[in-house]
């Protein structure tokens, strides 16, 4: 039995297949793919703390940040060089996981329905980190930061809101003084705090969100990182000279894109595709789609006890208790909370009132999905295991979200698909 949301996408089938290959690699429990978001919130740690090293020697003005960050990676290399590069790598990486999370979520359908709220603050944390990013390649003050800041001015000078241009009126010898350098690093320490705080809320809808990966994780990606930050140290590109336009600049591919594509198409259409692509990730969630979206829960108030259990097991807090309308003689009754349920169908697996040993006929649990009443599933499992034969007969319970158990249906195997295999 497949229920409505199971897609064979091309997308999916290779992610899953992906997915497969670095289980045989690193196992299910420390998959990479599998911790994503979580990955995310570690790098941003390690970028937070190693930034806070680097901001107690770094000094803000025109003659004295580049020299204050060379002392960190040459005077000091062995610390300051090192934390100065692991908050360089541990920056591209952000980029990378979160990139992969994105693209992980939409082949997996789960930016739709309940999920529009993660989905959208997700849009808001992409480009609050792509910001700080830039933003942290010019507190260096180097060659590749007078690049940036210059590329940017003109980037923005293309909007038709300034009445002189940018790159002469604000970037200038004369006129970049202390107080540019001031705004840059306030803005180095603000921009992070509001994206832990858009963080935060971006998993605030989910009840025990996973911002932890596991251990070896931790331990493997830390090791990757230093041994990538001895063996490649960050450096800056020379000083920066207002009077001297900076050639054959090395860039960072993970943050600096724009300025390039700028380069083979033009700020306008930079601007076009910014714009664009946030615009249409914003509105993804409601874009009309072929997948028949599974109605969401539903409570049958006469076989609900108010115990709680599917409030302790819901992952996104759709369902609360209120007090008894119905006058049966128990205190409490549950809700659900329909902008907030993803019809996964965990609470039915919660629900003791649809225990194993009541009887086929008024099979009703306390909570049901409407689509897939546990009375139906029950029957179906019922006759597909009286069609089995052979000695050993063998029951799969597959995921929708998972890979296609259809296809391992046999004379010997049944197979059940649900929203989420812990239904
Ligand atoms: C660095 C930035 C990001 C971090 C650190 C992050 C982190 C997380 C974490 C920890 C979760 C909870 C995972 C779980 O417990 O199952 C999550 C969920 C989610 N994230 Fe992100 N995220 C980031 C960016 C994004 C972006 C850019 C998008 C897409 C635009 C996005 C879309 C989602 C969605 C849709 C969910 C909900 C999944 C569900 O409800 O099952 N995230 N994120
Ligand atoms: S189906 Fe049940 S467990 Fe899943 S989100 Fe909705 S109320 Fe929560
Ligand atoms: S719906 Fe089921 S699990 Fe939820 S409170 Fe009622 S009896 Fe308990």
Not at 25 to 49: D, I, M, R, S
Not at 132 to 137: L, Q, S
Not at 175 to 190: G, Q, Y
Not at 235 to 254: C, Y
């Amino acid at each position: 039995m497949k229920t409505a949301t199971t897609t064979d996408s091309f997308a999916r089938r290779t992610l899953l297949q992906f997915e497969d290959i670095l289980n045989k690699f690193f196992g299910n429990e420390l998959n990479p793919f599998y911790y994503l978001g979580a990955l995310g919130f570690y790098f941003f740690w390690v970028v937070a703390v190693s930034g806070a090293y680097i901001y107690a020697f770094y000094e803000t003005g025109i003659e004295l940040s580049y020299p204050s960050v060379e002392y960190l990676t040459n005077e000091q290399w062995y610390f300051g060089g090192v934390m100065r590069s692991l908050h360089r790598y541990a920056s591209d990486a952000l980029v990378v996981v979160m990139v992969l999370h994105l693209l992980r979520e939409y082949i997996l359908g789960r930016y739709r329905g309940a999920r529009w709220f993660a989905w959208t603050t997700g849009v808001m944390l992409m480009w609050m980190i792509f910001g700080a990013g830039i933003n942290g390649y010019w507190m260096v003050w180097d060659k590749l930061a007078q690049y940036s800041v210059v590329a940017t001015m003109e980037w923005f000078e293309w909007l038709p809101i300034f009445s002189q241009p940018l790159s002469q009126s604000f970037v200038t010898r004369e006129v970049l003084n202390d107080r540019f350098f001031t705004l840059i690093s306030f803005a180095h320490v603000t921009v992070p705090l509001m994206t832990l705080f858009v963080l935060w809320v971006h998993v605030m809808r989910i009840s025990t969100p996973v911002v932890n990966p596991k251990r070896g994780l931790v331990l493997g990606m830390l090791l990757a990182l230093l041994i990538l930050s001895l063996l490649k140290p960050a450096l800056s590109q020379g000083p920066a000279d207002m009077a001297i336009e900076p050639v054959n600049i090395g860039i960072d591919w993970f943050y600096l894109y724009i300025y390039p594509l700028m380069d083979i198409w033009s700020a306008g259409w930079v601007w076009a595709f910014v714009i664009g692509l946030s615009l249409l990730l914003s509105i993804l969630p409601w874009l009309p789609t072929r997948k028949k979206q599974i109605p969401v829960a539903e409570v049958n108030l006469k076989d609900c006890s108010g115990c709680r259990l599917c409030v302790a097991d819901c992952p996104y807090e759709a369902v609360v208790m209120r007090p008894r309308s119905d006058g049966m003689n128990f205190s409490e009754e549950a809700v659900v909370v329909a902008d907030r349920c993803v019809s996964c169908g965990i609470c039915v697996g919660a629900c003791p009132s649809s225990n194993a040993f009541r009887k086929e006929e008024g099979y009703v649990s306390g909570i049901e999905m409407p689509s897939l009443p546990i009375s139906g599933l029950r029957s179906v499992m019922i006759k597909d295991m009286a069609k089995l034969e052979g000695d050993v007969r063998v029951i799969i319970f597959g995921c929708d979200s998972a890979a296609n158990v259809e296809n391992l249906r046999s004379k010997e195997v049944a197979v059940l698909s649900l929203p989420c295999i812990d239904m």
